[in-house]
């Protein structure tokens, strides 16, 4: 069985700045790719940013929030710089995990909230 588990949300000033890490452990034979979504109230889930075979980002987001991955860690990053009050969501870890050479699972972590207000 395979889990992500996201930190790193919180409350934070328009043009502040947080850091979400999301980390993937349990039966992983390899990583396919790994992202972000994000989903305000009343409104559907989102991609925000991911990082598979190339890295893509929502264009509200461009120019303002980066993904990274540490391969050794299972690790995905989402840096978020100023930050608006229209980022205000739950973010969701996302990865497309192969668990044996013939299975492949997508898998969401719980999600976490990030706040930006004044």
């Known amino acids: 069985q395979v889990q992500l588990v996201e930190s790193g949300g919180g409350s934070v000033q328009p043009g502040g700045s947080l850091r979400l890490s999301c980390a993937a452990s349990?039966?992983?034979?390899?990583?396919?790719?790994m992202g972000w979504y994000r989903q305000a109230p009343g409104k559907e889930r989102e991609l925000v940013a991911i990082?598979?075979?190339?890295?893509n980002y929502a264009d509200s987001v461009k120019g303002r929030f980066s993904i990274s991955r540490d391969n050794a860690k299972n690790t995905v990053y989402l840096q978020m710089n100023s930050l608006k009050p229209e980022d205000t969501a739950v973010y969701y870890c996302?990865?497309?995990?192969?668990?044996?050479?013939?299975?492949?699972?997508?898998?969401w972590g719980q999600g976490t909230q990030v706040t930006v207000s004044s």
């Open positions: 990082s598979g075979t190339s890295t």
């Open positions: 349990g039966s992983i034979f390899s990583i396919n790719a």
């Open positions: 996302n990865a497309v995990i192969r668990t044996t050479v013939q299975r492949v699972a997508l898998i």
